[in-house]
């Protein structure tokens, strides 16, 4: 019902910036919380940033003040720009979101993208 579309992933080096990109498609009748998330080699997934449709935003602490989310509604696309990037965040960065869709019957329930690959290394 929702597709989600990840881009910007890339080789960076330590200190450098990324911008990541994920778009939302599908019949969607509003999406609620949008976040990222990331798995590193040999660990969990974990929250990296989430921000609700209000603007309201929440980040990992490992993250803070480095990365930033931001989202546009009318393009249903939400954004992490990502400064001061360290090898540690290196990881598979996932985007998600929790959206209300109506075709058939009402439904609301997660969304998850394929993933984009982040690498941070000199």
């Known amino acids: 019902q929702v597709q989600l579309v990840e881009s910007g992933g890339d080789l960076v080096q330590p200190g450098g910036s990324l911008r990541l990109s994920c778009a939302a498609s599908?019949?969607?009748?509003?999406?609620?919380?949008m976040g990222w998330y990331r798995q590193a080699p040999g660990k969990e997934r974990e929250l990296v940033a989430a921000?609700?449709?209000?603007?309201?935003?929440n980040y990992a602490d490992s993250v803070k003040g480095r990365f930033t989310i931001s989202r546009d509604n009318a393009k249903n696309t939400v954004y992490l720009q990502m400064n001061s990037l360290k090898p540690e965040d290196t990881a598979v960065y996932y985007c998600?979101?929790?959206?209300?869709?109506?075709?058939?019957?009402?439904?609301?329930?997660?969304?998850w993208g394929k993933g984009t690959l982040v690498t941070v290394s000199s």
């Open positions: 998600n979101c929790n959206a209300d869709t109506i075709n058939i019957l009402w439904s609301r329930k997660d969304y």
């Open positions: 599908g019949s969607i009748l509003k999406i609620n919380t």
């Open positions: 921000i609700t449709s209000g603007g309201n935003t």
